[in-house]
């Protein structure tokens, strides 16, 4: 696994932030999502099945500017 620190702009309410936990979590390959900071989620990751575009361009189906940090 691999973990990453994705910058997740907009999050700023605790359901903005469930419902970009959520959507990372349904994500094959994912083991593990959780607030790091302000704006930030750590994900853990398979990278043999996912890249780290694959879980920004999720979070910005949700609505969210992202990027990797």
């Given at each position: 696994?691999?973990?990453?620190?994705?910058?997740?702009?907009?999050?700023?309410?605790?359901?903005q932030v469930e419902k970009v936990?959520?959507?990372?979590?349904?994500?094959?390959?994912?083991?593990?999502?959780?607030?790091?900071?302000?704006?930030q989620l750590e994900v853990e990751?398979?990278?043999?099945?996912?890249?780290?575009?694959?879980?920004?361009?999720?979070?910005?189906?949700?609505g969210f500017l992202a990027g990797?940090?």
């Open positions: 696994m691999t973990r990453v620190i994705l910058e997740v702009r907009g999050m700023e309410r605790p359901e936990l959520n959507a990372i979590k349904k994500l094959e390959g994912v083991g593990g999502v959780q607030p790091a900071d302000t704006e990751y398979d990278p043999h099945l996912l890249t780290v575009v694959d879980l920004i361009r999720v979070a910005r189906e949700q990797m940090l």
